[in-house]
């Protein structure tokens, strides 16, 4: 598994295959535990990806349970070992909203990511400057503290390595609303148009932009679908935030193909990659005209 790969994400990839060998090898969640010798409550934890056991010897005797072989078992002990690690954003958990946190492992997890953001500027593609001012108007509307902008800013700021270091693909498609909504003042709009440009120019990163006067459809609220490479997880999953700013994970198989026409259907008004740098060096002419 790729060395980005996250604790809490390795914990929901391993809990995905331990459901899958103890279905195939037709135990029920309280016959596992009763051969571990363990509360079946533990089972469903660790098959959740919420924790693991107390002692390695329980994992090693739900392997043998189960008959993994000799070189699966060795793999997926060094994924147990590794997932009980902390992840970066684990010391911020208590400040985030709702969700994030799950959401965060599994964008570390990802392979690709199709995003649609019809207001501000996505979150992966935002500078510091725009992401503190987006953040902090809307501290006193939410009742946040300086301690929450702050750390939101840093994880917002860490989550854009998955693109500039860790190669995760991102196809994003944003209303041109999401550009002309001003944030932080003219300045802070120009950097962020050009930071657009610059990310848009990676060989794993594509934004296209619905202009205003296109008479195309149009989706209330953004969301973001995520695709991995490993069969045995439930993919791909998407994610969006709820009207109380609480992010949610979906990964039933009807509301993700729902999320999955959706963005292909914005996609077929959106403009061409090709015409994204053009499109905002014009927008930033606009803002230092006005």
């Known amino acids: 598994m790729a060395a980005n790969v996250r604790a809490t994400f390795l914990r929901i990839t391993l809990g995905a295959e331990l459901t899958r060998l103890r279905e195939q090898a037709g135990l029920t969640g309280d016959q596992a535990a009763r051969k571990v010798g363990c509360a079946p409550s533990a089972i469903s934890r660790v098959e959740s990806g919420t924790s693991g056991f107390q002692r390695i010897e329980q994992f090693a005797k739900l392997l043998d349970a189960y008959e993994v ?10 994924w147990y070992k590794n ?26 997890g990802a392979k690709i990511a199709r995003a649609w953001t019809p207001m501000v500027v996505n979150g992966l593609l935002q500078t510091e400057s725009y992401a503190n001012a987006l953040i902090e108007t809307a501290r006193i509307a939410d009742d946040r503290t300086e301690e929450f902008v702050e750390n939101a800013v840093v994880v917002r700021m860490n989550r854009k390595k998955r693109i500039t270091d860790e190669g995760m693909e991102l196809l994003c498609i944003m209303d041109q609303s999401a550009l002309t909504n001003m944030v932080g003042g003219p300045e802070i709009m120009r950097e962020q148009f050009e930071e657009i440009k610059r990310l848009a120019a990676l060989p794993n990163v594509a934004v296209r932009i619905i202009p205003t006067c296109a008479p195309a459809y149009r989706v209330f609220g953004d969301f973001l679908l995520l695709d991995f490479d490993r069969k045995e997880l439930p993919g791909p999953v998407v994610a969006s935030p709820s009207v109380g700013g609480e992010t949610r994970v979906l990964s039933k198989e009807r509301p993700v193909k729902q999320f999955i026409r959706r963005f292909e259907h914005l996609a077929q008004s959106a403009l061409p990659v090709h015409e994204t740098p053009t499109f905002l060096d014009q927008l930033a002419r606009e803002v230092k005209a006005s």
């Open 69 to 78: 072989s000799r070189q699966d078992m060795a793999v997926l002990t060094d």
């Open 83 to 108: 997932a009980k690690q902390e992840d970066w954003w684990t010391p911020k958990a208590s400040v985030l909203p709702s969700g994030l946190s799950t959401y965060l492992a599994f964008e570390s």
